[in-house]
């Protein structure tokens, strides 16, 4: 079997699975039992040998039963960053990078930036701004161990471990300040909603890391003990609730409150200067 053959037979198993964009998933499913590129494939003229198709054939199966693909793959791209990613954190969503613009904006000028990342999860927003700020001090915080040991070994894997401190503990996790930026994407989405999510988030994604349990509240709160003068937080925010968030800030003394959508027009970060 070819390349594009294998690519449209996995594309039709997904297909009758429900899988959403099925053909992409095809592609990276195949692209990765050969160890090429997605953009190789159609260049890439050799058939799969039995070996191969064996084991394009096992990850089709788990992605039908909308495993998320990311896992399947066990590493995914977030900025200019390869992660490792799997249950123990939430998987990088790519309106996450709008949060790592904005926080980049806002930290523009500063020559040695402190910073603290709330949740950090996989480590993505925490390890991104280490890259993309090489004179920034980064510290991240998650309440759960498993996270914080994959946010480990991506620190490792990107070679940034002697640049972000991993700290385990509740929202504001016993850090201190002063920071110049307070960041988190926190778990937002109300528990009656659960139910309607993709399979891929609803059965795989911590459970700890999506359903809303105050934690937003909890770090607009808590960060003007944190920020410095001048300083920003900066929030990730779930469909529909950026005005709902900028009013909490402004009643919280936050000023110059700003919305961004992200890519697809969301609003989707919502920001403001400690009080």
């Known amino acids: 079997m070819t390349p594009l053959d294998a690519v449209r037979d996995a594309e039709r198993r997904l297909q009758i699975a429900g899988v959403p964009d099925a053909r992409t ?53 977030f900025r200019r960053l390869t992660l490792g990613v799997d249950g123990r954190a939430l998987v990088p969503r790519p309106e996450t990078e709008t949060v790592v613009e904005r926080c980049l904006a806002l930290l523009m000028g500063r020559e040695r930036p402190r910073i603290l990342d709330v949740g950090t999860g996989t480590g993505a927003i925490a390890l991104a701004l280490a890259d993309e700020l090489p004179a920034a001090r980064v510290v991240a915080v998650d309440v759960s161990p498993e ?76 960060a003007p003990n944190l920020l410095g003068r001048g300083g920003w937080l900066v929030l990730e925010v779930g469909d529909g609730q ?24 969301i609003p989707r970060v919502v920001e403001g200067r400690s009080p």
């Open 25 to 77: 998933d095809a592609e990276l499913l195949v692209a990765h039992v050969l160890g090429v590129t997605r953009s190789a494939l159609h260049a890439h003229s050799d058939h799969l040998d039995p070996g191969q198709l064996g084991s394009l054939n096992e990850l089709v199966e788990r992605r039908r039963t909308r495993e998320p693909l990311q896992h399947i793959l066990g590493t995914w791209g």
């Open 147 to 222: 996270a914080l040991a994959l946010a480990r070994e991506n620190a490792e894997r990107a070679g940034l471990a002697d640049r972000v401190e991993l700290l385990e503990g509740d929202v504001l996790g016993g850090a201190t300040g002063p920071f110049d930026l307070v960041v988190s994407n926190p778990p937002y989405i109300p528990v009656e909603r659960l139910g309607s999510l993709e399979p891929e988030v609803r059965e795989h994604d911590p459970r700890l890391a999506v359903v809303a349990s105050g934690v937003t509240e909890a770090v607009a709160e808590g």
């Open 242 to 265: 950026d005005q709902g968030v900028a009013e909490l800030l402004r009643s919280l003394g936050y000023r110059d409150v700003a919305i961004t959508p992200d890519l697809a027009g």
